[in-house]
């Protein structure tokens, strides 16, 4: 079928009265975003033939997978797209410099106790390496930032993460934490090394991944926000660079800046890594984003 039926006076009527186009309630901005989606699959119907059976199928793999939309949206690159687009928008506006951002990933939880710097994240036996990680939170111009927050939060070495964990044996809270830096900008924490994980297997998103001839596994990683008062919030995360998936992401995570290569001793992993937050434009350069997140009590 030729993409020229969508344009026809038919089905561009159609568009107009399923935005709302014409109807004086609503949002305007809303109504020409829909119109546009709706209009572009519409598009995709056509140039590629799509079947009844295949808009069907694409439904129901969507209303089976919805739990695990927060791994489709990396895994198909729209979060790292996100990414570049805010990265070129700053470049459009002068902004240069600071710590890449790179993606948050679906597995935060809000309410995770706020300790000082030099606290161990982990709570749980957990027979692996140890972690030690340090730096320094720097602004544009190199000053120390002060009442800066961290919030980490990591894989055990199985590669699950608490809350999350399908074994339900980690305690609420391991391996996260919100940590105040110390006055100078620095910061240091140690955790027991995490592992790469994958997709749940046979999930929705294994079976997109399956589909495109692509794995789901992501490599070793950390993630961090970074908070402060006058600065850009931060959302960014370390993959560590010997992972054999560092270079590989199927998230789209891993981002030059962003792979540091721990320097193993026995049973102990180093790594020294320093953030530099931009400056906050406004109030809403400070917040989180709008985000759905799990919310726990700590």
């Known amino acids: 079928m ?11 009527a159609l568009l107009d ?6 109807v004086p309630d609503g949002n305007a901005r809303a109504k020409a975003i829909i119109r546009d989606l709706v209009e572009h699959l519409m598009v995709l119907v ?3 033939e799509i079947s009844e059976d295949e808009v069907w199928q694409a439904v129901n793999f969507l209303q089976k997978g919805a739990g695990e939309f927060g791994l489709i949206m990396p895994g198909i690159g729209l979060e790292h797209f996100i990414d570049l687009y805010l990265d070129a928008r700053d470049a459009e506006t002068g902004k240069s410099g600071g710590t890449p951002r790179t ?20 709570q749980d036996p957990d027979d692996t390496t140890t972690l030690y990680m340090t730096g320094r939170i720097f602004g544009p111009d190199g000053e120390a930032v002060k009442d800066a927050i961290v919030h980490i939060w990591h894989a ?3 590669g699950f993460y608490s809350h999350f964990d399908p074994t339900g044996e980690q305690t609420p809270f391991n391996n996260r934490r919100r940590l105040r830096a110390a006055e100078d900008g620095t910061y240091s924490f140690h955790s027991k090394m995490p592992k790469g994980y994958s997709v749940p297997p046979n999930g929705a998103t294994d079976q997109l991944m399956q589909l495109l001839g692509r794995h789901g596994n992501r490599p070793a990683h950390v993630h961090f926000f970074i908070e402060a008062p006058g600065y850009r919030r931060l959302t960014t995360q370390i993959n560590f660079g010997d992972d054999p998936f560092a270079k590989d992401d199927f998230a789209f995570g891993t981002r030059e800046g962003l792979l540091p290569v721990p320097n193993r001793q026995g049973d102990s992993a ?4 320093d953030f530099h937050l931009q400056r906050a434009d406004s109030g809403d350069d400070e917040r989180f984003s709008a985000r759905e997140r799990l919310s726990v009590a700590a």
Do not use: W
Request: proline letters at 6%; aromatic letters at 8%; charged letters at 15%.
């Open 156 to 158: 055990n070495s199985k």
């Open 2 to 12: 030729n993409e020229g039926f969508v344009k026809t006076p038919e089905i561009q």
């Open 17 to 22: 009265r399923v935005a709302g186009v014409g």
């Open 270 to 273: 180093h790594v020294a890594f």
């Open 103 to 122: 993606i948050e990933g679906p597995l935060y939880v809000a309410g995770a106790p706020l300790v000082d710097t030099g606290a161990n994240l982990t």
């Open 46 to 48: 056509a140039r590629y």
